[in-house]
């Protein structure tokens, strides 16, 4: 993630909606994707420019709208479903959702890959953000997963209270569970959608990832049955990737994301251990893994967990290199 400066000279980051050096009201405009003031020159170069009316109402966005037939931002016009915003928690909540996805929004854009909502596209991309009875026992779903299907990406809304992700990573074993996590991670499922399509494309997958034939609902069930005895293939980039072929895709996806992102921050700090530049996968895997070692060797330095707890397998760097392939065909 890129660090943007303000006309005067303030250093602003991705969340901000003010610049705390001069006062000046500003937002992330992803049609230029940088970081606009909303008075003085900026708003001379770019009178279309609006807040969002989850800004304006709720004080949940930072970005710019661009269209001049809606009320809401490129990321916020995503939204199919919201949570009740009648509940303080769950207005907080859902703050914490809209952080995390405009993040992926973001790292798609900044990867040329499509962001069309349902409005435009049937198959477009889509958020749910849902409840269940397991903690609120007023709604009518009795169990809401975090999934996939057609491009609506759903999110149980739990997964933004700390405490119950916390209790969650633990149970199911999943040493990187965040909601930043779920939605690069539910995004693999849908660029799958948009990438996989031709039968050479297919082919290559099967021969990395496995028959994704496999009945999935099945391999699942099988999965969380077997979740707690069965190990840890080191070949897999994590355990939950052991699951089907499409959840494996999806986790390499996810770590694909991760290493783009943390790798750009780092740059943006000057850290030798960087890079700004991924068109050459072999360069970018070996930065990324002088960075993780940094990042790991800081985290025990301050008492913490590695902040990557993962060691990457021959195939898994493999199968980091295809969905590189796909985002940069040669």
Known sequence: MKNFECKCGQVLFFENSECLSCGFSVGFDPVTMTMC??????AESKPTLRRCKNSIDYDVCNWWVNDSE???CLSCKLNHTIPNLLEEKRRAWWKSLEYAKRRL???????????VGKQEDPMGLAFKFMEDQRTNPEVFEEHVNTGHVDGMITINIAEADRVKSEIAR????ELYRTLLGHFRHESG???????ITSQERKRQ???LFGDYTQDYGKALKDYYKNNFISAHDPNMISHYAQSHPWEDWAEVWAHYLHMIDTLETANQYRVR??????DDIDNTLDKWGELTLLLNSLNRSMGL???YPFVLSELSLRKLRFVHGLLYPS
């Open 37 to 42: 003031r909303a008075d003085g020159e900026d």
């Open 70 to 72: 809606s009320d809401y």
């Open 105 to 115: 929004i973001y790292s798609l854009l900044s990867l040329n890959l499509p962001v």
């Open 170 to 173: 633990q149970y199911t074993r």
């Open 189 to 195: 499922h849908y660029y799958f959608l948009k990438l």
């Open 205 to 207: 997958f099967v021969d």
């Open 273 to 278: 251990q960087s890079s700004a530049q991924f």
């Open 305 to 307: 967990e590695d902040a």
